[in-house]
C-alpha cells in the first residue's frame, strides 16, 4: 500500500532534549516535506526537499533541521526543542511535478514541557 | 503571503450540494490548483486539481473560471463524511515554486443532517 509514516504518533519531552521525528515514503517520490498545524494559524511549511540531498527553508524553519540522504526519508531534527514548538506535525510527499498530488502521513503531535 | 483566499467556514445540509469557493487572483499561468480535505484527527488527503479545464473525479468536481482567478469545489451529495477542512493551493509548475507550497486556514465544511 502506498503511504507516508510518521513516527512516533504522539511525544511529550522536555525543553531543550534533541528529539528526531521521521517520515518515510514508499512511492519512490522526489519531494517530501514537513508542515506544522496550529489552532487559528493552519498548515505551515517548514522546510522542503526536491530530491536526494537537496532541502529548502518554507514559512516557519527557525528551530528546525532535516537531511534527505536517502530518498524514501525525511526526518525532522529539533536540537533543543522549546514549548513554542508544541504543534500537530505532518510529513507529506510527491512526485516534482506541480500537477502531482500530495501524500500525508497521520501527524505526530509534539508536545514540549 | 497567501496566495488563496477561502471563506472561513460554511455550512450545508446533508444529501445537498456543495460549492466551495477559492479566490486566487494572482494566479500565474503555470499555477496548477489543488484542493486537498482534513478530516478530524486527520492528514490532509487530496481531493483533486486542475489547470485550466474544469475537472471531474469519483470524489469532486472542480469549476475553474475562465480567468482562473477564482475556482469552486464542487461536492454533488453533501454526506456527514464530508465534514472536514478543506483547503485550496496552488502549485506552480514552473520550478522551484513547485516545492514552497502555502496551505492557509481553510474552509471548515459542516454538514448537517
Known amino acids: 500500500e502506498a503511504q507516508v509514516t510518521q513516527n512516533p504518533r504522539y511525544l511529550i519531552t522536555v525543553t531543550g532534549k534533541k528529539l528526531t521525528v521521521t517520515c518515510s515514503q514508499n512511492?519512490?517520490?522526489?519531494?517530501m516535506s514537513w508542515y506544522r498545524q496550529d489552532p487559528g494559524l493552519g498548515l505551515r511549511q517548514i522546510y522542503y526537499?526536491?530530491?536526494?540531498?537537496?532541502?529548502d527553508k518554507g514559512d516557519v524553519p527557525e528551530g528546525y533541521k532535516v537531511s534527505r540522504k536517502e530518498k524514501r526519508n525525511f526526518p525532522l531534527i529539533l536540537e533543543s526543542p522549546s514549548p513554542n514548538q508544541t504543534s500537530l506535525y505532518f510529513c507529506?510527499?510527491?512526485?516534482?511535478?506541480?500537477?502531482?498530488?500530495?501524500?500525508f502521513g497521520n501527524g505526530t503531535r509534539l508536545t514540549v514541557t | 503571503d497567501a496566495k488563496t483566499t477561502q471563506p472561513n467556514s460554511m455550512e450545508s445540509n446533508e444529501e445537498e450540494p456543495v460549492h466551495l469557493p477559492c479566490n486566487h487572483s494572482?494566479?500565474?499561468?503555470?499555477?496548477?490548483i489543488h484542493w486537498y480535505r482534513q478530516l478530524p484527527s486527520q492528514g490532509p488527503e487530496y481531493v483533486i486539481h486542475?489547470?485550466?479545464s474544469n475537472v471531474n473525479n469519483r470524489m469532486a468536481s472542480l469549476a475553474i473560471a475562465e480567468d482562473r482567478k477564482s475556482s469552486t469545489l464542487i461536492l454533488h451529495r453533501a454526506t456527514l463524511r464530508d465534514a472536514a477542512v478543506y483547503y485550496c493551493?496552488?502549485?506552480?509548475?514552473?520550478?522551484?515554486?513547485?516545492?514552497?507550497?502555502?496551505f492557509g486556514k481553510g474552509t471548515k465544511l459542516s454538514v448537517i443532517p
Open positions: 526537499s526536491m530530491n536526494v540531498e537537496v532541502t
Open positions: 507529506a510527499s510527491s512526485w516534482w511535478q506541480a500537477g502531482s498530488p500530495l501524500h
Open positions: 494572482t494566479i500565474s499561468g503555470t499555477d496548477y
Open positions: 493551493i496552488l502549485r506552480d509548475s514552473s520550478g522551484a515554486g513547485s516545492y514552497q507550497l502555502t
Open positions: 486542475g489547470l485550466t
Open positions: 512511492m519512490n517520490h522526489e519531494y
